[in-house]
Nanobody
Framework: QLQLVESGGGLVQPGGSLRLTCAAS????????IGWFRQAPGKEREGVLC????????NYADSVKGRFTISRDYNKNTVYLQMNSLKPEDTAVYYC?????????????WGRGTLVTVSS
């Protein structure tokens, strides 16, 4: 079964950076589109960024433009979410998801998430 594992979350001060990693267990991530989503306390899950299997990215959230980037390393079979200039409102559990294409919240396979807390 396709399993995704997120890592790299933690506590960071406002203005700081984190890089999240999405890795696969038991399958080749390279064949799939991978999306990053987040859910803040008391809010609905929202899309952040998505990258196709060919490397084209889609931005779901205007609030992260110019601060977050998505990339993938085909050699390492991983996808990254680089988050810069972090703000307290970026605090959330971040999830990666996989599917044949970037299809928003209807993507079929999900990881369990990694918590990002932005606070001084």
């Amino acid at each position: 079964q396709l399993q995704l594992v997120e890592s790299g979350g933690g506590l960071v001060q406002p203005g700081g950076s984190l890089r999240l990693t999405c890795a696969a267990s038991g399958f080749t991530l390279n064949y799939y589109a991978i999306g990053w989503f987040r859910q803040a306390p008391g809010k609905e899950r929202e899309g952040v960024l998505c990258i196709s299997n060919s490397g084209d990215s889609t931005n779901y959230a205007d609030s992260v433009k110019g601060r977050f980037t998505i990339s993938r390393d085909y050699n390492k079979n991983t996808v990254y979410l680089q988050m810069n200039s972090l703000k307290p409102e970026d605090t959330a559990v971040y999830y990666c998801a996989a599917d044949s294409w970037c299809s928003g919240s209807s993507m079929g396979y999900w990881g369990r998430g990694t918590l990002v807390t932005v606070s001084s």
